[in-house]
């Protein structure tokens, strides 16, 4: 019954014979710009996209499909949307805010400790240090203002899709 009800609901994965929420650990981490950043207790809903700035195919089409969903809402409804590192070695501010670019830095780079980035991986269960960059979890993760992963979006999500599942339960 309750591994049923988790797979219709996003956000929730069995746990034995419960059920469990996944949540973004509070971990120190930094945004482009060399502030220090948390992502578990945020202002308001907020967009997590997994990857690196060499990524050539899957990071660019999911950046690119964020910020087009981010222009379709009203300031007052837009999440903050951050692009995790999985490569920190090459991945530092600098590189991050340069990349982002693209998208007008709709989207914030943040990076991190290698500990520390790795245990916001894992706690969306998309995998840990051991994997290459290059095999790193696609997903888009929607989180609440809990901090709590409230929705999982294919990486292929058209920014209408995104757009709707952003406006879903606010």
């Known amino acids: 019954m309750f591994a049923a009800r988790s797979a219709l609901v996003p956000g929730l ?13 509070g971990v120190a981490l930094v945004d482009d710009r060399g502030a220090l950043l948390r992502l578990d207790a945020p202002a308001r809903d907020e967009v997590l996209v997994l990857g690196y700035t060499r990524c050539t195919d899957q990071c660019p089409l999911t950046l690119a499909n964020v910020a087009v969903a981010l222009r379709e809402l ?14 920190p070695t090459h991945d530092d501010g600098h590189t991050l805010r340069h990349y982002l670019g ?3 830095n709709t989207i914030v780079g943040v990076t991190g400790a290698p500990p520390a980035l790795n245990a916001v991986a894992l706690a969306l269960g998309a995998g840990d240090a051991s994997r290459s ?10 989180v609440d203002h809990f901090g709590a992963v409230r929705q999982e979006l294919s990486p292929d999500a058209t920014p209408t899709a995104i ?5 879903a339960d606010t």
Do not use: C, K, M
């Open 13 to 25: 994965s069995p746990f034995g014979e419960t059920t469990q929420v996944r949540h973004v650990p």
């Open 74 to 87: 009203t300031p007052n409804a837009r999440p903050a949307a951050y692009f995790v590192t999985v490569d």
């Open 102 to 104: 693209a998208w007008n």
């Open 133 to 142: 960059p290059g095999d790193h979890d696609t997903r888009l993760f929607i």
């Open 163 to 167: 757009v709707q599942a952003l406006r």
